[in-house]
């Protein structure tokens, strides 16, 4: 009984710590994801909740960040193919980012990351990802289940296309 208590004792520890780790990280990511600060909070508890009962089938075989990350970007998906969510506009707006951004973040960093957060998903995920969460090119193709060549071609014509956009010519449609 007493070994219980302990071992109910640690995972709460061990939970509290990532809590405090990876909390603003996920929130970020997880707002990328949704386009609303409401529904980013709601993912990261939701994700830290799926870790907790999870913690048993957490294997190792990579980083628990990477693992967070994975259960993080999972459930914003699942809460993106929920009916009301695409009914929302989800439009975004630099002055939008306050909640979720860097308290030091300029105005032109907030401009770049509303422009990120309007990509296809696609490029998205890997912009996210590689660059936001600073995950390697093969974590980035772990987690998105594709190649490292495909994590590299997404990333490189996510550039391209921001870099029109940053330099007023909008989005490329290719």
Known sequence: MEDAREAAASLQERLASLVKEHQAMLLRMC???????EDARDAVQETFFKAYKSFGGFRGECSEKSWLIQIAR???????????HRRVDRRIRA????SVAHP????????????????????????ILYYFQGL???ETADIL??????VSG???????RLKAFLEGEGYDER
């Open 31 to 37: 707002y990328a994801y949704l386009c609303d600060a």
């Open 104 to 127: 030091e973040a300029t105005g032109e960093e907030k401009e770049l990351t509303a422009a990120i957060l309007q990509l296809p998903p696609k490029l998205k995920d890997a912009v």
């Open 136 to 138: 390697s090119m093969q």
């Open 74 to 84: 999972n459930t914003c998906l699942d809460m993106r193919r929920n009916a009301w």
């Open 95 to 98: 002055e939008d980012l306050d």
């Open 145 to 150: 289940r594709i190649s490292q060549p495909s």
């Open 154 to 160: 997404r990333l490189s014509r996510a550039r391209k």
